[in-house]
């Protein structure tokens, strides 16, 4: 049984009076007393039929009364348009065939989030959240097309790794034949290894943390695109970065109208909403002023703090465009972004409008062999060893080496695919992003 053609293929004028076939599940049913509604749905679209009891057989008839929510069928019929059919179309069904009838499906609509836990593999077929993985595909789709476009090479960092990326306090531990591995927190080391030769380089690869925070918009894992390129400045990796999201935006925006109207209805996202910050520049605000802004608002917070959830969203409310925040103090930020001399790094986060917050993470990386080498001590991190063969060497040795033959200056970033969707598609939270999330408290069934 091998599928040629899909609902929406059928949804136009040139097929009115034809007989058309279809292969899907029943999503929705109305059973009258001589006459069957179905709401049929395959990957494309959804699609009424109608079956008279005094228009087919006998054995058809009774096959459709058999049917349950979510049963699957192959349907032959004649379409015709009809106003008030879901799609502006309905099939007057003349054959049927049952693939499976299905059993009482256990999800109406409505239940607790428990509920919807214990069955997220059903709840996947959730109308709703197929567009939202539709559009999830489409923004990655278009962010790749961006970067190869521009002459990236998209490249295959591993995810067991030997030493950690960011903090060491949120590492994943893994029996590695009887060694102590990891499970990636980020490929940006590896990248950075790959620039000396292929130049501008991304990469797309889980990313685990484990997080002590349950929010909104924390998973223990997600997907992580990457990029990193030589001779880059903080102000390039700016434009750079800036355009390839409204590029990826914009272009989703196109291919996905059909699921931005299914969202709406759930999540409020308006696609004037998301031209609106595709059409203006983004703003570019030093941390050191982001600060000020915070305590004109009478926010608990002074010059040096990082920043939590809680001011990312007060700060990003007061504009109406995604912002790079850039000049964080040292302190603050990870180990291997370059010292801009005074007392700040070349670094910036990228907050997300309506209270979103951060979804990229980047910086230019410190090329500088004598100051990284300090950074490595001053951060604790020349304690960690790895054994090769006899020897135990600093697991950081390699990467500081990187800055030994023909170090560059280079920069790079990472961004939160779930993170990324979650505000594009207006979601209340990140695990709706994904199919299966990793949450805690009973999220690794199934
Ligand atoms: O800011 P982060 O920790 O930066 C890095 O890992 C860099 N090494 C990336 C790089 O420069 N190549 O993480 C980057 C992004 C964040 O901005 C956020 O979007 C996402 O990864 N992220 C998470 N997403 C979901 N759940 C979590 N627990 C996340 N932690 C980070
Ligand atoms: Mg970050």
Redesign the pocket.
């Known amino acids: 049984m091998m599928k040629v053609s899909y609902i929406a293929d059928f949804l136009k004028e040139e097929f009115v009076g034809k007989e058309v076939e279809i292969l899907g599940w029943i999503y929705r049913m109305r059973d009258m007393k001589d006459k069957v509604f179905f709401v049929i749905r395959d990957s494309t679209g959804i699609i009424q039929a109608v079956i008279r009891k005094d228009k087919v057989s006998e054995r058809v008839w009774n096959d459709a009364v058999r049917m349950q929510i979510e049963g699957s069928l192959k349907i032959k019929g004649i379409l015709r348009k009809d106003e008030r059919a879901p799609s502006g179309y309905e099939i007057e069904v003349t054959d049927l065939e049952v693939v499976d009838y299905g059993q009482p499906f256990p999800l109406k609509g409505g239940e607790s989030l428990e509920t919807i836990q214990r069955y997220r593999y059903l709840w996947v077929r959730t109308r709703w959240f197929t567009s939202v993985l539709k559009i999830k595909h489409s923004l990655l789709k278009n962010l790749r097309e961006w970067f190869i476009k521009d002459g990236w090479y998209e490249v295959h960092p591993p995810i067991l790794v030997g030493n950690a990326?960011?903090e060491t306090t949120t590492l994943f531990e893994v029996n590695y034949f009887g060694d102590k591995a990891y499970l990636s927190?980020?490929?940006?080391l590896y990248?950075e290894a790959l620039i000396y030769s292929l130049e501008k380089v991304f990469s797309l690869t889980p990313?685990f943390?484990a997080?002590k925070s349950r929010t909104r918009?924390?998973?223990?894992e997600?997907w992580?695109f990457?990029?990193?390129a030589a001779w880059m400045r903080l102000e390039d990796l700016i434009k750079v970065t800036e355009e390839a999201l409204k590029y990826s935006i914009e272009k989703t925006i196109e291919e996905r109208k059909s699921d931005f109207e299914i969202l709406e209805k759930n999540t409020g996202r308006k696609i004037e909403e998301l031209k609106g910050f595709v059409e203006k520049p983004w703003k570019v605000v030093k941390y050191e002023d982001g600060i000020k802004i915070l305590q004109k608002k009478g926010l608990n917070i002074k010059y040096g703090d990082d920043l939590g959830a809680d001011e990312e969203r007060e700060l990003a409310m007061e504009f109406d465009v995604p912002i790079f925040l850039t000049n964080y103090p040292r302190k603050v930020k990870?180990f291997y972004m370059y010292e801009a001399g005074d007392g700040t790094v070349k670094n910036f986060?990228?907050l997300a409008p309506e209270g979103y917050g951060?979804?990229?993470?980047?910086?230019e990386r410190e090329w500088r062999y004598e100051v990284l080498e300090s950074k490595i001590k001053e951060w604790g991190l020349d304690k960690l060893k790895v054994k090769i063969g006899d020897e135990e060497i600093n697991a950081y040795e390699w990467y500081l080496d990187l800055r030994k033959y023909g170090s560059v200056p280079h920069s790079?970033?990472?961004?939160?695919l779930?993170?990324?969707t979650m505000w594009v598609c207006k979601l209340e939270h990140?695990r709706d992003t994904l199919p299966f999330p990793r949450l805690r408290e009973g999220w690794l069934y199934p």
Request: glycine share 14%; aromatic share 8%.
């Open positions: 990326c960011e927190q980020s490929a940006q990248l990313s943390r997080e918009r924390h998973l223990h997600y992580h990457e990029i990193e990870a986060d990228l951060e979804i990229i993470g980047g910086s790079g970033w990472g961004l939160g779930e993170r990324f990140v």
